[in-house]
């Protein structure tokens, strides 16, 4: 599984990517065949005052991609909230797949 962070408009901290790469760490026990995953970190509104922390996550797996965007006041909040959503629809496909 390739892993890639990328930050817009701030540079992240050690403790913001370390906490990155263990939640993505994860990953791997919801779907097995995951082959890269892109994270964005951006920092939204920037010319106004306010600074809103957005997080987006893509996964790419063979035959799918998933891909969620949550917003919060902090970075670790909006990833938190991005990766349990993107862990339903991992297993949500997996089950509509089981179905079939």
């Given at each position: 599984?390739?892993?890639?962070?990328?930050?817009?408009?701030?540079?992240?901290?050690?403790?913001?990517?370390?906490?990155?790469?263990?939640?993505?760490?994860?990953?791997?026990?919801f779907h097995d065949r995951i082959i890269k995953v892109d994270v964005f970190l951006k920092l939204?509104?920037?010319?106004?005052?306010?600074?809103?922390?957005?997080?987006?996550?893509?996964?790419?797996?063979?035959?799918?991609?998933?891909?969620?965007?949550?917003?919060?006041?902090?970075?670790?909040?909006?990833?938190?909230?991005?990766?349990?959503?993107?862990?339903?629809?991992?297993?949500?496909?997996?089950?509509?797949?089981?179905?079939?």
């Amino acid at each position: 599984m390739n892993l890639h962070i990328q930050t817009v408009h701030f540079d992240a901290d050690q403790k913001l990517i370390e906490f990155v790469r263990t939640k993505i760490a994860k990953l791997p026990q919801f779907h097995d065949r995951i082959i890269k995953v892109d994270v964005f970190l951006k920092l939204d509104n920037v010319v106004h005052t306010i600074k809103d922390k957005v997080a987006e996550i893509r996964v790419h797996v063979p035959k799918a991609d998933f891909f969620v965007k949550a917003t919060s006041k902090s970075f670790e909040a909006s990833f938190d909230e991005a990766f349990d959503s993107l862990v339903n629809q991992i297993k949500r496909k997996k089950e509509k797949l089981a179905a079939a």
